[in-house]
């Protein structure tokens, strides 16, 4: 009897560790021999031709064997935008391209990684859509590879939505606040303006405006060699670079950023603590600079 119930349990716990599902924040295409900007010209060409939008490129960390482009469409801006917290964090994806011992590694952000933990619980509701738009771009990306392989550290499927890297470390629904202006026109020319004059030692790598909703996501570039991208990015992984450029989200009158223990962790699942405790100014740094091109 007792061998009989013993069975039972190791085959039920069998049974979940089987069904257990985890996710990468990334997705390997292939790797080629071209150099980085005729690869980068290939991968805006396929994108166009397939009915995505290019928002914008730009090389990390203003290093020439690093680059992302950062891409949408017409039916993932249009869904996502429907989650009013922040939902359109999770319009835009980006490719990362870089260059090691003479090769370009291209990867892409999985969509199903991050759409589950930016939708939250509102991800299911959308999820044909979801799943096409997964199928459309590896599709798309099979022209130029065919190793579809997950990359970056795991995470259980059921925590994204409730991801956070350690005990008191915030989650997705702590946001940072940079600023509240007086109206969403106002936020709009302040954040744009200061980007364009590069304050803060910033790069405005992208926009995305949903004008009648009132909210815009801008991508930056962080460019300062003290404290930006340089510092931070070879100590992490330059490999998950298609985690970048950070981002800051303007709805209504006010404007945030994903808390930088949170995104950086969310990216980089597989960090040791050793390793996060290496940069452990970046969260405030990126902070610091993000808000001065709020004010």
């Not at 499927?157 to 991801?163: A, E, P, Q």
């Not at 949903?210 to 815009?216: G, I, L, P, R």
Request: net charge negative.
């Amino acid at each position: 009897m007792k061998n009989s119930v013993l069975s039972i349990i190791i085959s039920v716990v069998f049974g979940l560790s089987t069904f257990a599902q985890e996710l990468t924040p990334y997705i390997k295409i292939g790797t080629s021999d071209k150099s980085i900007e005729e690869v980068s010209k290939q991968v805006i060409e396929v994108l166009e031709s397939n009915s995505f939008t290019v928002l914008g490129d730009y090389h990390p960390a203003g290093k020439d064997g690093l680059k992302i482009i950062a891409f949408t469409n017409d039916k993932i801006k249009n869904t996502v935008i429907k989650v009013k917290d922040r939902g359109a964090l999770a319009a835009i994806y980006k490719v990362g391209l870089v260059k090691t011992n003479g090769k370009i590694t291209l990867s892409y952000t999985n969509p199903e990684y991050v759409l589950r933990a930016y939708l939250q619980n509102d991800f299911k509701k959308y999820l044909t859509t979801f799943t096409k738009f997964s199928a459309d771009l590896k599709t798309a990306f099979s022209s130029l590879g065919n190793e579809f392989t997950p990359f970056g550290g795991t995470v259980d499927t059921d925590d994204l939505k409730k991801y956070h890297y350690k005990i008191m470390m915030p989650y997705f629904t702590d946001p940072v606040e940079l600023n509240e202006f007086t109206s969403f026109e106002e936020g709009l020319k302040i954040i744009k303006t200061n980007l364009e004059a590069n304050k803060g030692n910033t790069k405005l790598v992208y926009e995305l405006v949903y004008q009648s909703e009132e909210v815009a996501v801008f991508g930056v570039g962080l460019e300062s060699s003290e404290d930006g991208e340089a510092t931070f990015l070879p100590t992490i992984g330059e490999a998950h670079a298609a985690a970048l450029p950070y981002e800051i989200i303007l709805q209504g009158t006010e404007v945030t950023m994903l808390h930088g223990k949170y995104r950086i962790a969310l990216f980089w699942p597989d960090l040791t603590m050793g390793t996060f405790m290496k940069i452990m100014s970046t969260p405030g740094d990126i902070e610091d600079t993000l808000e001065e091109i709020c004010e």
